[in-house]
């Protein structure tokens, strides 16, 4: 295989809207009488890359929707590949590891190649060592390992006595597609007898009736671990285990993963953006670098610590490989001088429904801030922000005037077109040059902009919602969980955008969410939510970042420590020396 590799991806290359293949007609090389590129059989640009990528990059620059790729491998990239999609398609080099006894966290930006590996490890998807035109197949692939653990675990794989449980990444879209309650599908799944102790443990006793496509994002995040768990298999893969809880079921869900590494012949592996989470989740890490949907790679193991710090800075040394070209630093934000003015004011208010009573405390937000909120799920976060904008009455308590609140709900519906189409319907600003280059281009929307939405991942639809809710006309933009199936390079990118934005047009936003590293960075001020899920909620606040962590961590029982290298959070092992001093001196949040 080159050194070189050529990917046009397939969802971009729109061959009509181009102008009739624009690539193919001012290819030098085709014009030369060559079949650089040629129109595939879906009907797409096709690139043959052997003609091709030793040559220049005209069609690269020319394609209008940044269709083609082509990029140079690492000198240091030794191996052969371990599978390809298709002619021109992404190239996945190496495997993550499967470690018995414990849990391996795999890390890396989204269409990296981490779902594409975990598929040929759980014998879902057989490799084709780089040769789309061969049907794949795993005997080839163990030869490749041969000595090595990988042998013994690929060698299972084929004679099927690797058992799979796979959480996949997008519950809420199981949901919708789900029937029936929540407890019989418990009951369905148990082949371990377990499944009392789980409801324990995940608190889920209240939606046992309840009918799964009427759950929330976080309740139906706890059924989808709760049902995985439950299997009896020795191969457990979580694909983003936290997204939608709170910061209490994080905890909660990540010692149940970690029990698992304690049965006998597990192996666990997690794939998780929540850094905090995936520290306290994980033993040991495989970092996946490349480029986004052109190849992957998958690093050597490291400790977990070590292997968050070196993803951080962007640099492997032992691979001595440095794959992005800037260090990701969580620092604390900048903190503002003097108070700003204020935008709104709330006076001390209270709601009551027939099973569920909240009081909040008056507060203010000011222009220009981010105010965070955290606390558990079912405390009226939703029920505050619909007082803020008119749309529920207090029972006590009034709001003289009323704020126009731009909202990012947590759940994403997909809408039929693109996502310019979509911009152009709903958007209000979105044509300036501001806001091509503030939001667009920093949220790497530019690229995807004639996506079709229904064929956005995760991580770009979410993207897509942060934008679209971002050019609406408002006083407060609010946003239900924005780090939701981003990566740890984007979290850190829409934490920048909602500063900025905030900052240059004086307006607020309030941000809903439970990553603790995302809420560090992107809040001035908190408000901090506590009671009992469903039944009572109270507010206290707004209070300073600082204050704000320390509460949430007191009444979690939980404490943080800030890594000396990164600066990022990081989890106390409960009943640790630092765990009982910090508590001891009332500093729950790294002092
Ligand atoms: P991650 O899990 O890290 O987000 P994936 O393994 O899902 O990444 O995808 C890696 C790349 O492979 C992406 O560019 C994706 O579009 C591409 N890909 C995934 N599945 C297929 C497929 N069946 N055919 C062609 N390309 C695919
Ligand atoms: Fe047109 Fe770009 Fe597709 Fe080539 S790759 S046919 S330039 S859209």
């Not at 099927?160 to 990444?169: D, R």
């Not at 298999?233 to 910061?247: H, K, M, T």
């Not at 590494?261 to 490349?290: C, K, P, W």
């Not at 300073?544 to 979690?556: A, C, I, P, Q, T």
Request: aromatic share 8%; charged share 25%; hydrophobic share 40%.
């Amino acid at each position: 295989m080159s050194r070189r590799i050529a990917v046009v991806d397939k969802e971009k290359c729109n061959p009509i809207a181009c102008g009739d293949f624009l690539c193919i007609r001012m290819c030098p090389l085709n014009r030369a009488g060559k079949e650089a590129i040629v129109k595939g059989p879906d009907g797409k640009a096709q690139i043959n890359e052997d003609i091709a990528t030793d040559a220049c990059q005209v069609c690269v620059n020319i394609c209008p929707f940044g269709a083609i790729h082509m990029v140079k491998l690492p000198d240091q990239l030794t191996q052969r590949p371990i599978h390809r999609y298709g002619k021109d398609s992404f190239v996945l080099f190496n495997l993550p590891v499967p470690m018995p006894g414990k849990v391996v966290g795999i890390l890396g930006r989204n269409g990296i190649g981490k779902s594409t590996a975990l598929k040929i490890l759980s014998g879902t998807l057989k490799p084709n060592l780089g040769d789309p035109e061969k049907p794949g197949d795993i005997t080839e692939l163990i030869k490749m390992f041969k000595g090595t653990e990988m042998q013994k675990f690929l060698e299972q794989v084929k004679a099927g006595t690797v058992k799979v449980a796979y959480k996949p990444q997008a519950v809420d879209l199981v949901a919708k597609k789900a029937e029936g309650k929540v407890k019989d599908l418990l009951k369905k799944v148990d082949q371990k007898g377990k499944m009392s102790e789980v409801v324990e443990i995940l608190e889920m006793q209240n939606i046992l009736d309840r009918d799964v496509k009427d759950l929330s994002g976080g309740e139906m995040q706890r059924l989808a671990i709760a049902a995985t768990y439950l299997k009896d298999a020795n191969f457990y893969f979580f694909d983003e285990p936290a997204s939608f809880l709170d910061i209490t079921s994080r905890m909660k869900v990540a010692k149940l993963i970690r029990s698992l590494a304690q049965e006998q012949g597990n192996t666990i592996l997690v794939i998780e953006h929540d850094l905090a989470t995936l520290d306290y989740i994980s033993d040991e890490l495989q970092i996946v670098y490349g480029e986004a949907a052109v190849y992957g790679i998958v690093s050597q193991t490291k400790p977990i610590r070590r292997g968050i710090n070196e993803y951080l800075d962007g640099y492997l040394p032992d691979d001595n490989i440095k794959f992005r070209n800037y260090k990701i630093v969580f620092n604390k934000g900048i903190e503002k001088e003097g108070k700003q003015p204020v935008l709104f004011e709330w006076p001390d208010l209270e709601k009551k429904f027939p099973s569920f009573h909240m009081k909040i405390n008056q507060g203010a937000i000011q222009r220009g801030d981010v105010l965070t909120i955290t606390g558990s799920n079912g405390l009226g976060k939703t029920t505050f922000l619909k007082m803020l904008a008119g749309l529920i009455k207090p029972d006590k308590g009034e709001l003289t005037s009323k704020i126009k609140i731009a909202y990012k709900p947590q759940d994403l519906q997909t809408e039929a077109g693109t996502v310019q189409e979509w911009l152009n319907k709903v958007a209000k600003d979105h044509n300036s040059g501001w806001f091509k280059q503030n939001i667009l281009e920093k949220l790497n929307l530019q690229s995807i902009i004639n996506n079709n939405i229904s064929s956005l991942s995760g991580g770009e639809l979410q993207k897509v919602y942060i934008a679209i809710t971002l050019s609406l006309k408002a006083e407060v933009y609010a946003f239900d969980e924005p780090s939701a199936f981003i990566d740890v390079e984007d979290r850190l990118k829409v934490a920048e955008v909602i500063r900025d934005f905030m900052n240059k047009n004086d307006t607020c936003a309030i941000v809903v969410d439970h990553d603790v590293q995302f809420l560090d960075y992107v809040g001035d001020a908190m408000l901090v939510f506590s009671g009992i899920p469903g039944k009572e909620g109270q507010v206290k606040g707004p209070l300073s970042k600082k204050e704000g962590m320390n509460e949430v961590l007191k009444m979690l029982g939980i404490t943080y420590r800030m890594d000396k290298e990164s600066k990022r959070p990081r989890i106390n092992k409960p009943g640790s020396q630092l765990d009982i001093e910090q508590k001891n001196s009332n500093k729950y949040y790294y002092a």
